[in-house]
């Protein structure tokens, strides 16, 4: 059973920067592909940003794009997303995410039914 842990949440500034990280236990670690995603109070969960299974490629949702960069580590089974220039609309529990499946996937990575294996989130909350 694959477990996953966020953590590096906190309240910052605009303009501020924070690092999460998904630490992830219980299967091998790099043969996942992994998501973030983030829900704010009374909206739907959003896709952020993911990497697949073999670290090739990224993908980021239009409005992180320049400010949050996904990076992993396979020997400390963590996957980072380094979060600069927050804004206020960032505000959010921040979520990872693996699909059911290692390797290749099949799906887009962007959606939320493409994950299997959650973590209880952090939240990041930027004020003004």
């Known amino acids: 059973q694959l477990q996953l842990r966020e953590s590096g949440g906190g309240q910052v500034q605009t303009g501020g920067s924070l690092r999460l990280s998904c630490v992830k236990s219980?299967?091998?670690?790099?043969?996942?592909?992994t998501g973030w995603f983030r829900q704010a109070p009374g909206k739907e969960r959003e896709f952020v940003a993911a990497v697949t299974w073999n670290g090739r490629h990224t993908y980021y949702a239009d409005f992180v794009k320049g400010r949050f960069t996904l990076s992993r580590d396979d020997d400390r089974l963590t996957v980072y997303l380094q979060m600069n220039n927050l804004k206020p609309e960032d505000t959010a529990v921040y979520y990872c995410?693996?699909?059911?499946?290692?390797?290749?996937?099949?799906?887009?990575?962007?959606?939320?039914?493409?994950?299997?294996?959650w973590g209880q989130g952090t939240p990041v909350t930027v004020s003004s």
């Open positions: 995410a693996t699909p059911r499946s290692t390797g290749p996937f099949s799906g887009t990575l962007l959606s939320l039914n493409d994950y299997h294996y």
């Open positions: 219980g299967q091998t670690f790099s043969a996942h592909a």
